[in-house]
């Protein structure tokens, strides 16, 4: 079954090759269709686990015009690594965004449904594929229901929006099936685990750019505020977090800075010093309260390689620390070296994990890491993702 399993991505891996050429679809001058299909490899010798499969499909759809946009993108996930406890492909699926946007002139516009809180460095905290611990404490990569007022100016940029609710949840097998990360009612089985929803969230983030010697970047702060209701006892607490980045490009140089300040008050039964957080079928604690630092470093190598087979090559490292206020609680640490190319239209990412008390990495606790803390040692493994993008 397994020899099987593994030439049957093969066959896809190859098929994505000759598709090679292909491009989004192009309905009308401004509407495109597309996609992605994804193949993930997992090795971990520590723990056994030597898997290839697939990873992602993805749809989605862009709209632009001189006065409209909007874009919306759609996810399947399951039976292959590390859903392979699911029946059949597509048994876990959810909605990444879905959003209309009006121009009222090319520096003014309004974007509303569920899309981007524009909370610290963007688009992303790094250049890794597998994000940082920013991503797993709620605040990268985030996507909410509401609207968003956008204020480009020549130096400066400002993104202000009122957030309803988080992405509604989609298909599996937890209580947390959305691709973004967000306070969730608890799983069984999360120990200590608490069942808040985040509601009523108001936003802003403030950038400028700006140029220190030969670098060029920007630098910015952002701010949340939401209510955290709590369907046990009816009460609403609080999720207040706060940052100050500062990205900067020197030629094929770039790099990324961002200190976090995270103060959650939930009103749990009995313990508020945990919240329950879920996404991508599962859920677990972090710590209420804590500061996040993560720094960055990326090379961007110029030109192409073997006959432009190879283009678009990065290598980077990013390192990501959650000191936690409660102190019996262990902190925890990600580190990532990695490098990200082209290869025709197949894109590769290839990446060494480590973490330590990371709730993704190493085997640590899946549940309690972000809060009391796992393992507590460092440990790390092998990822590679081969991506098709149409």
């Known amino acids: 079954m397994e020899v099987a399993r593994r030439l049957v991505v093969l066959a896809a891996v190859t098929w994505m090759v000759c598709l090679g050429n292909a491009n989004a679809v192009q309905v009308s001058d401004n509407l495109d269709l597309g996609g992605a299909i994804r193949v993930r490899v997992d090795e971990d010798g520590s ?34 690594y590390p859903f392979q406890y699911m029946e059949q492909f597509g048994n876990l699926q959810f909605m990444e965004y879905a959003w209309i946007g009006y121009k009222f002139d090319p520096e003014r516009q309004v974007q509303v449904g569920l899309n981007k809180v524009p909370f610290g460095l963007q688009p992303l905290y790094s250049d890794t594929f597998y994000e940082t611990l920013g ?38 097998s937890s209580n947390g099936t959305t691709y973004s990360i967000v306070p969730t009612p608890a799983d069984s089985y999360v ?37 955290l209701y709590n369907r046990d006892t009816g009460d609403n607490g ?22 976090t300040r995270i103060q959650m008050s939930p009103r749990n039964p009995l313990d508020n010093s945990t919240v329950t957080y879920g996404g991508y079928d599962g859920t677990f604690n972090i710590a209420s ?19 432009g087979w190879f283009s678009g090559v990065k290598t980077y490292a990013t390192y990501n620390y959650y000191e936690k206020s409660q102190r019996s609680f262990n902190d925890s640490q990600r580190f990532i070296l990695g490098t990200s190319f082209s290869v025709k239209k197949l894109w590769i990412a290839v990446e060494w994990l480590n973490g330590r008390n990371d709730p993704y990495f190493g085997g640590s606790s899946y549940t309690q890491s972000l809060a009391a803390g796992g393992t507590n040692r460092w440990t790390g493994q092998f990822y590679m993702n081969i ?3 149409f």
């Open 47 to 80: 723990r056994d686990i030597h898997e290839i499969g697939f990873d992602t499909l993805m749809l989605s759809a862009k709209y632009d015009s001189d006065s409209w946009e909007g874009a919306a993108r759609y996810r399947f996930y399951g039976n292959h």
């Open 135 to 172: 991503n797993v404490l709620g605040l990268e990569d985030l996507w909410e229901l509401g609207a968003k007022y956008v204020q480009t100016g020549e130096r400066w940029n400002f993104q202000g929006g009122y957030y309803a609710r988080p992405a509604p949840s989609g298909h599996g």
């Open 289 to 307: 309260r804590g500061n996040l630092y993560i720094g960055s470093l990326s090379y961007a190598w110029p030109g192409s390689f073997l006959g």
């Open 238 to 259: 609080h999720r207040i977090a706060y940052a100050l980045h500062y990205s900067g490009a020197n030629g094929p140089w770039s790099t990324e800075l961002q200190y």
């Open 191 to 227: 120990d200590g685990g608490s069942r808040n929803v985040e509601r009523d969230m108001v936003m802003a983030r403030l950038a400028r750019t700006t140029t220190l010697g030969a670098w060029e970047g920007e630098v910015g702060a952002s701010a949340l505020v939401s209510k």
């Open 387 to 389: 991506g098709y993008y």
